[in-house]
């Protein structure tokens, strides 16, 4: 489960940590060598050149070492009492970029370029992925680090940025006050609607709950059978209509029922949505101002990664209050999980991770970013 993306994490904790350990490296065994050659070059600065040559690690900045060389001299020329520290002061400003045991942003720019083609690959959305970016430039630029503590700090930053994406109000589903807590479905078909719907029935059951269903998908064939199916399996109520029929008409007509029988929760199906029917569009709508749902929870098949943002915008149209994810367990990527996130700001209710009504894992980002983060 969500091993790409945990490969990718781990790369960019690597690359990262590296970075820190070479700054220490260099900080520890060039410093001193650089402070005496820096003398070197005040005494005689026609030989700079020579000198980085000696000094490797210098290289990237000998152009610029070199300029501020020239305007040092051109300076010292008025005051040639001060020349030596002159070109002392210059050269050193330079040079403690290079020396310096804090990252800097050209230090770790590569890496996080990198960081964010990698996640995009894992199904993590652009603007997600420049989040992330943009967290962790924000907690490791500037970040001096005790030697042997580089990983530990890079993962800690890492974590609190993916934990910070996934971090917006939750719900806590055994609390709502209605009673009836009239709970409406949406997703695409194939996204796993029907059996995510008869997995909360379950949830809800063995937490002391009643459910009662309404099969508000009267558009797909068989679709009502199959509600019926887990209905009888799990001892739950359905309400149907027939093919055809008003579906927002099914919802009242199990909510009444629902009232009349002190049940608690009423779990309404409904057509997968095709963004270019007007019509479904239109009739979840209704569904929604007839019935006054308490939440509308959106379903989203994990695998079809990146394209679960578009899904995330178009059914926001409607409104949603909440998502489950289905077909966790045999997801490598795993990142739509934090680019729906980042897009509603809604948070997620359950993860599908298996065929069984049991196979359903309440979310907890915590844990989910540990697993993540086990590099």
């Known amino acids: 489960m969500f091993g790409i993306l945990k490969k990718k994490l781990k790369k960019a904790v690597e690359a990262v940590s590296k970075r820190f350990e070479r700054k220490e ?27 980085i040559e000696k000094i490797p690690e210098v290289k990237p900045v000998a152009e610029e070492i070199k300029e501020k060389i020239k305007e ?20 050193e400003r330079v040079v403690k970029r290079v020396v310096e045991r804090r990252l800097t942003a050209a230090d770790i720019e590569p890496v996080l370029n990198e960081l964010v083609t990698d996640l995009i690959e894992a199904d993590v959305a652009l603007e997600t992925a420049e989040r992330i970016k943009e967290d962790l430039e924000k907690s490791l630029v500037g970040r001096e680090i ?24 939750q719900i806590e589903l055994l609390s709502l006050e209605k009673k009836p807590a009239v709970l409406v479905f949406f997703g695409f078909n194939g996204s796993g609607k029907t059996t995510s719907i008869a997995k909360c029935a379950k949830w809800l059951i063995e937490n002391g709950k009643s459910c009662v269903f309404a099969a508000a998908d009267t558009f797909r ?11 009888k399996r799990l001892g739950v109520k359905l309400i149907k209509h027939k093919y055809g029929a008003d579906p ?3 919802v009242y007509d199990a ?21 270019t029917n007007k019509d479904l569009i239109d009739e979840m709508k209704k569904i ?78 915590e844990k989910f970013v540990e697993k993540l983060l086990q590099v």
């Open 25 to 51: 490296r260099i900080a520890k065994s060039v410093g001193k060598e650089v402070e005496e050659r820096i003398e070197e070059v005040a005494e005689k600065p026609e030989k700079v050149e020579e000198v």
């Open 72 to 91: 040092a001299v051109e300076e010292a020329e008025r005051k040639p009492e001060e020349k030596k520290s002159i070109i002392k002061r210059a050269v």
């Open 146 to 169: 005790k030697r042997g503590k580089e990983r530990e700090l890079v993962i800690d930053a890492l974590k609190q940025s993916l934990l910070s994406v996934l971090c917006v109000p």
């Open 221 to 231: 064939a068989a679709s009502i059978e199959q509600l019926g199916e887990h209905a």
């Open 248 to 250: 927002a008409a099914v």
């Open 255 to 275: 909510v009444e029922h629902a009232k009349a029988k002190g049940i608690d929760y009423v779990l309404a199906d409904t057509a997968g949505r095709v963004h």
């Open 288 to 365: 929604v101002r007839v019935n006054k749902p308490d939440l509308r929870i959106l379903v989203i098949d994990s695998l079809t990664g990146n394209d679960a943002v578009m899904q995330a915008r178009m059914f926001d149209e409607i409104g949603v209050d909440a998502v489950i994810f289905t077909k966790v367990d045999v997801n490598e990527k795993g990142g739509a999980i934090l680019s729906v996130t980042h897009e509603l700001k809604k948070p997620i209710l359950f993860l599908g991770i298996g065929q069984r009504y049991e196979d359903l894992e309440r979310f907890d980002a």
